[in-house]
Every structure is written in structure tokens, then in C-alpha cells.
């Protein structure tokens, strides 16, 4: 089963004058830092075919997915849902969704869409015979895990170890930098490349800069060095935070892609294939205490106003739908299996999906096909912190990320 693989970017950078997201906090862009992009890259075998998006912004909605994926499919006849839709999770871009006090900017969300979709017909027509090759290796010292247990049993995200009343991490980091590339057949010459870690990007997030943040600076490392296309894929960084600046992540991180290229070996042929289905996720019982934000270690984080005011609309919503819809997707390229999860996943349910799929080789791509904002594992709701604190972002309940896993694992078995 011969393979073919082909690559492809546009610049998606946001005009000065949009609305920021990721803050909270309604931001304006005054300046551009670095330029966002969308990639796809897109690989057939067999008689089937998939295709990863990714785009340098916060999340994607699965109003866009969907719309995405309609036009792709009636513009190039290239089956929707075998596509996987993901977000760096970049803090610093345009605001493509409704989140706090920061309305969505439709028009931007327009553009972008049919910007992106042009593009992966660009992908397409760039397609070639090709050679693919995975290898990962593993980076301690770029991400931490930012909930820290305080003396009283709670915690606090973004917490300090210095502070008399901390005693512990709460939990574990995901440090696998997981690489697959696409190499042309004959030639060797570098297509394109895939790069999974988990680690969320917040550089400039609170100021008037727009940036892709390390994936971006990764993307530009390894252009000058030879790959001209990375698709950064964040892994489950729901609880993950940066350790250093985005320069530094980036360098070090292409560093790390350059090692797990020189361990590969290349072949052409590889199996691909794709699986979806689509979870009716619960939502937690909502008590007075949580709508006010006075539960056992609660955690509001920039105005606790932003919250006061999303509740009607958030209580009304939750009586209206009854369940979150979330799709989760598998797709299977060679020897490695992608799960496909739309929400900030926390490192410990990416971890149990990683080690439930063995003897496969399994990478979680958070932030994928839609967002339904927060997962924690269900042990964290005992703690509290601000990514358990009742909110437009953080309204399912503790069963939630299992659902999730026990979803992916389910179809993880079905491509493997």
C-alpha cells in the first residue's frame, strides 16, 4: 500500500484592531509579534485516506469543524470526517469564540475558514509519493504541572512551591515529544512534519501582541532547518503550563524534533485509516454555592465579575441541552494511533488513554474537532482550582474526562 503525503500553510495573523482571546478579558490587537498560521497535511494509502488541520489559535468550535469539513468535501471531494481539526491552543490569537467578557469576531472566523480551506486543496495538489517515518523522545524540562496541593487539601493553579502553605504537585506532566514525517519517496528530500507535546502556549496572552507562541517559533526552527512544514499537535496540556519563554520552548523543542528525526526509518508502506462517534458528555449539579463561586476551593481567576455575568446564560444553557456533545476521533497513520479529544484535557487522562491502547502507539491531540472547554480527571474536583471552577469553561461533570477516554480508547481498537 504506497503511500502519498502532501503539505501546505497559509498566514491566518489577525488585522491590528481584533479582539483577542484567551484572557478572559476583552484585548484588542495593537501589534503582530509573529505570524499565525493554518497547516494541513494529508496522506493517502490503500484506498483511504485522512488529513490533519491545525491552526495557531485558542480552540476551534464545532460549528467551524463541521463547516470546514463541508467545504473540503464539496470543493475536493476529500471525506470530511476523516479530517482531524485541532487548536495549538495559542493564547495570544484572534477570538474565534465567545469566551468570557471577548465576543466572537465572525468576519476573522470567516476569513480564516475560507483561507483554510483554499489551503488544503493546496495540500492536496501537493501530494506525492512519500516514505513515513515516527519516533519520539522524551523532554523533562520545557512544561510543569501548575496545580500545586496547598496544607488545607485544595489547590492552586498557578501556585507556588516557595509559598509556606504549599506542599506538593498535584500530579504528573506528559513529556513525550512524539515526531512523525513524510519524506518524498526516491529524493528523502523533507515534506512535512507532525510533532505531539503536551504544554499549553500563553505567551503573550495579556497584552496587546498578537503571536503563534512556541508552536510558532518551532514551525520557523525547523523551516531553517530544513522541514518546511510542522504541525504542531498539543497534547493533553489542560494542566500543563510553560516552564520558559516561547523563544527558548521552541528552539529546544526543535532540537528534540531534529533527535527523534535521526532515529527513524522510513517506509512506504503504511496503513491509514479513521474513526469517529460523538459522546453525550453530563453536566455537574450545579449548587448555589458553585454559581457564586464560594465551593471548597474555588479559583476565579482575572475579574470574578466575568463570571458573575456569564451565569444566567451558562445555567440556562445547561437546562436547555441537558448533555455536551463532544466528538472524539481516532485516526491511525502507520504504526501511530491519534486521539482526537475537543476540550483542555488534563495530563492524567491523556496518560490512561496512552496506556490503555498499548501494544499501540497512542498520541491525544487536545483541543481537536471543537471545544468544550476544561476535562479534569475526576480526582481534581476534590481539590478545587481554577480549572475546576464552575464556568462557562469548566461545566461538566467529574465523569467527563473517563467518558472521553473510555470513547477514544473504544476506537483506538477499532483502527488498530
Not at 513525550?176 to 518524498?184: G, I, L, Q, W, Y
Given at each position: 500500500m504506497a503511500l502519498r503525503a502532501g503539505f501546505a500553510e497559509v498566514n491566518i495573523t489577525p488585522p491590528v484592531g481584533t479582539r483577542k482571546i484567551g484572557w478572559l478579558k476583552e484585548i484588542v490587537i495593537e501589534s503582530v509579534a509573529d505570524p499565525l498560521f493554518a497547516r494541513a497535511a494529508t496522506a493517502e494509502s490503500g484506498g483511504e485516506a485522512i488529513a490533519f488541520l491545525q491552526l495557531d489559535t485558542l480552540s476551534i468550535r464545532w460549528t467551524q469543524v463541521n463547516d470546514i469539513r463541508r467545504r473540503v468535501e464539496e470543493q475536493y471531494g476529500f471525506r470530511g470526517r476523516n479530517i482531524m481539526v485541532a487548536a495549538a491552543h495559542n493564547h495570544a490569537g484572534p477570538a474565534v469564540a465567545h469566551?468570557?467578557?471577548?465576543?466572537?469576531?465572525?468576519?476573522?472566523?470567516?476569513?480564516?475558514?475560507?483561507?483554510?480551506?483554499?489551503?488544503?486543496?493546496?495540500?492536496?495538489?501537493?501530494?506525492q509519493d512519500a516514505e513515513i517515518g515516527a519516533a519520539s523522545v522524551m523532554q523533562w524540562?520545557?512544561?510543569h504541572n501548575r496545580r500545586v496541593v496547598m496544607r488545607d487539601g485544595t489547590v492552586r493553579t498557578h501556585g507556588r512551591l516557595d509559598d509556606p502553605e504549599?506542599?506538593?504537585?498535584?500530579?504528573?506532566?506528559?513529556?513525550?515529544?512524539?515526531?512523525?514525517?513524510?519524506?518524498?519517496?526516491?529524493?528523502?528530500?523533507?515534506?512535512?512534519?507532525l510533532v505531539n507535546f503536551a504544554c499549553h502556549?500563553?505567551?503573550h496572552g495579556d497584552d496587546s501582541a498578537a503571536s503563534a507562541g512556541y508552536p510558532g517559533v518551532?514551525?520557523?526552527?525547523?523551516?531553517e532547518r530544513g522541514c518546511p512544514f510542522?504541525?504542531?499537535?498539543?497534547?493533553?496540556?489542560?494542566?500543563?503550563?510553560?516552564?520558559?519563554?516561547?523563544?527558548?520552548m521552541g528552539r529546544t523543542l526543535a532540537n528534540d524534533v531534529e533527535k527523534?528525526?535521526?532515529a527513524m526509518s522510513f517506509s512506504s508502506e503504511v496503513s491509514i485509516e479513521a474513526r469517529s462517534r460523538t459522546v453525550q458528555l453530563p453536566y455537574r449539579e450545579v449548587t448555589d454555592d458553585e454559581v457564586t463561586g464560594r465551593v471548597r476551593g474555588a479559583q476565579r481567576f482575572v475579574d470574578p465579575a466575568i463570571y458573575d455575568r456569564e451565569m444566567p446564560g451558562l445555567i440556562a444553557r445547561i437546562k436547555e441541552r441537558g448533555a455536551q456533545p463532544a466528538e472524539v476521533q481516532a485516526l491511525a497513520l502507520g504504526d501511530r494511533r491519534f486521539a482526537g479529544i475537543p476540550a483542555e484535557y488534563f495530563a492524567e487522562n491523556g496518560l490512561r488513554i496512552k496506556e490503555g491502547g498499548r501494544p499501540l502507539h497512542v498520541l491525544v491531540v487536545s483541543c481537536a474537532n471543537g471545544?468544550?472547554?476544561?476535562?479534569?480527571?475526576?480526582?481534581?474536583?476534590?481539590?478545587?482550582?481554577?480549572?475546576?471552577?464552575?464556568?462557562?469553561?469548566?461545566?461538566?461533570?467529574p465523569e467527563a474526562g473517563d467518558m472521553l477516554a473510555d470513547a477514544a480508547l473504544a476506537l483506538i481498537g477499532e483502527v488498530g
Open positions: 469566551c468570557g467578557d471577548v465576543p466572537c469576531d465572525d468576519r476573522y472566523v470567516e476569513g480564516m475558514v475560507a483561507r483554510t480551506v483554499e489551503m488544503f486543496g493546496e495540500a492536496l495538489a501537493n501530494m524540562g520545557l512544561s504549599a506542599l506538593f504537585i498535584e500530579g504528573p506532566i506528559d513529556p513525550e515529544v512524539s515526531v512523525v514525517a513524510a519524506r518524498a519517496a526516491g529524493s528523502g528530500e523533507m515534506l512535512g512534519a502556549p500563553t505567551d518551532l514551525a520557523r526552527e525547523m523551516k510542522t504541525l504542531f499537535l498539543n497534547g493533553a496540556s489542560g494542566n500543563i503550563a510553560a516552564s520558559h519563554p516561547m523563544e527558548h527523534a528525526l535521526a471545544m468544550v472547554g476544561y476535562v479534569p480527571h475526576k480526582e481534581a474536583f476534590l481539590r478545587g482550582g481554577y480549572e475546576t471552577t464552575f464556568a462557562p469553561g469548566a461545566a461538566l461533570a
